[in-house]
């Protein structure tokens, strides 16, 4: 799932022989980026980027790079460089086993897919040995200490600057650009999505009359997602208002979200519209089964922006070069018939 945490290393035998293989030098891999990237005017090494776990001492500038956690892959092939390895995101993937607009792009340049390196709890540390990266990526990730150090030890790697799982999407694209010495790119990449979602909300001046939460739910709970999470906040640039219920409640932590519970679910009654997402059909109507979540007056009138599919339902999760454009396509047209539904 999107909102999922399931990120520490776990085993201790992977640990130690991901560390071995630094140690003895077994590095393999070919010398060759799976992607071209032109150095940029502002490349200027060594580069060094601290994150909450550590310091990424950055000699030069990468070719070979690994991306973990979320949206870093994207933003590193709009700035040129496909990377010879990603973190795996099944739960999106097409049938090739990649999130589509990745394929899509790679296929575009004409690249090599990068590697499929495990995730959360499996990383295959060998295979990232294997890879020989000149960094590693996961400024939006769960990266542990434990983590952190086995990658660190492997090749520089910058990790979140704050928490885990919490980053505003175009200080992630910052983070990139500057560890890929391409910081000026970064920022025009930054601009231009600015301007897509902008845009959208000069097109529909009418959104900014609607509030919307944005929420998330499990069998057991209710969860809110703040208006700085990264779904929320297209959410919000598209020209929506958020609900100033949202902005009141606090975050429950490592979240990104406010944690408040079926038994709170009349918090979200001012809401014109709620945003939400389903794994499926069956969680779906298991949620609408709760008689709390059903009598939401959103809910309730039908003045709902929810999808199962997964691939959109990531895409919308992540403000980055490729994930923008694939997601309006499909957003705009849900949010309307959501609006529709406000009227009756």
Same mark, same amino acid.
């Given at each position: 799932?999107?909102?999922?945490?399931?990120?520490?290393?776990?085993?201790?035998?992977?640990?130690?022989?991901?560390?071995?293989?630094? &140690?003895?030098?077994?590095?393999?891999?070919?010398?060759?980026?799976?992607?071209?990237?032109?150095?940029?005017?502002?490349?200027?090494?060594?580069?060094?980027?601290?994150?909450?776990?550590?310091?990424?001492?950055?000699?030069?500038?990468?070719?070979?790079?690994?991306?973990?956690?979320?949206?870093?892959?994207?933003?590193?092939?709009?700035?040129?460089?496909?990377?010879?390895?990603?973190?795996?995101?099944?739960?999106?993937?097409?049938?090739?086993?990649?999130?589509?607009?990745?394929?899509?792009?790679?296929?575009?340049?004409?690249?090599? &897919?990068?590697?499929?390196?495990?995730?959360?709890?499996?990383?295959?540390?060998?295979?990232?040995?294997?890879?020989?990266?000149?960094?590693?990526?996961?400024?939006?990730?769960?990266?542990?200490?434990?983590?952190?150090?086995?990658?660190?030890?492997?090749?520089?790697?910058?990790?979140?600057?704050?928490?885990?799982?919490?980053?505003?999407?175009?200080?992630?694209?910052?983070?990139?650009?500057?560890?890929?010495?391409?910081?000026?790119?970064?920022?025009?990449?930054?601009?231009?999505?600015?301007?897509?979602?902008?845009?959208?909300?000069?097109?529909?001046?009418?959104?900014?009359?609607?509030?919307?939460?944005?929420?998330?739910?499990?069998?057991?709970?209710?969860?809110?997602?703040?208006?700085?999470?990264?779904?929320?906040?297209?959410?919000?640039?598209?020209?929506?208002?958020?609900?100033?219920?949202?902005?009141?409640?606090?975050?429950?932590?490592?979240?990104?979200?406010?944690?408040?519970?079926?038994?709170?679910?009349?918090? &979200?009654?001012?809401?014109?519209?709620?945003?939400?997402?389903?794994?499926?059909?069956?969680?779906?109507?298991?949620?609408?089964?709760?008689?709390?979540?059903?009598?939401?007056?959103?809910?309730?009138?039908?003045?709902?922006?929810?999808?199962?599919?997964?691939?959109?339902?990531?895409?919308?999760?992540?403000?980055?070069?490729?994930?923008?454009?694939?997601? &309006?396509?499909?957003?705009?047209?849900?949010?309307?018939?959501?609006?529709?539904?406000?009227?009756?």
């Amino acid at each position: 799932m999107p909102f999922a945490r399931l990120r520490s290393l776990g085993a201790t035998v992977a640990l130690a022989a991901a560390s071995a293989l630094v &140690l003895t030098g077994c590095a393999g891999g070919d010398a060759t980026a799976s992607g071209d990237s032109t150095p940029a005017a502002d490349a200027a090494f060594p580069v060094s980027i601290k994150s909450a776990l550590g310091t990424a001492e950055i000699p030069e500038k990468p070719e070979r790079v690994i991306t973990l956690g979320q949206g870093s892959a994207e933003t590193s092939i709009a700035l040129g460089t496909i990377p010879v390895g990603m973190e795996e995101y099944a739960w999106a993937a097409d049938e090739t086993g990649y999130l589509p607009w990745i394929h899509e792009a790679v296929e575009k340049d004409g690249g090599k &897919l990068p590697e499929l390196v495990g995730a959360g709890e499996q990383l295959d540390m060998e295979k990232i040995v294997e890879l020989d990266p000149d960094v590693i990526l996961a400024p939006w990730s769960g990266l542990t200490q434990e983590q952190f150090d086995t990658l660190n030890a492997i090749a520089p790697t910058v990790a979140y600057p704050d928490k885990a799982w919490s980053i505003d999407w175009d200080q992630q694209i910052d983070i990139v650009g500057k560890a890929l010495g391409q910081e000026s790119e970064a920022q025009g990449l930054v601009a231009d999505l600015k301007k897509q979602l902008a845009d959208v909300a000069s097109a529909h001046p009418e959104y900014a009359d609607y509030t919307f939460s944005y929420i998330y739910t499990t069998p057991d709970t209710l969860g809110v997602f703040l208006p700085t999470e990264q779904r929320a906040a297209m959410v919000d640039a598209l020209g929506l208002t958020p609900d100033p219920a949202v902005e009141q409640m606090k975050e429950t932590e490592g979240t990104d979200s406010a944690v408040i519970g079926y038994e709170n679910a009349d918090q &979200l009654n001012d809401s014109d519209l709620i945003f939400t997402f389903y794994s499926d059909a069956a969680a779906r109507k298991q949620a609408l089964s709760n008689k709390l979540y059903a009598q939401i007056p959103a809910i309730k009138k039908g003045a709902v922006v929810a999808s199962d599919d997964n691939a959109f339902v990531t895409a919308s999760s992540m403000i980055n070069p490729l994930t923008v454009p694939y997601a &309006l396509d499909r957003y705009l047209p849900m949010i309307d018939r959501a609006i529709a539904q406000t009227k009756k």
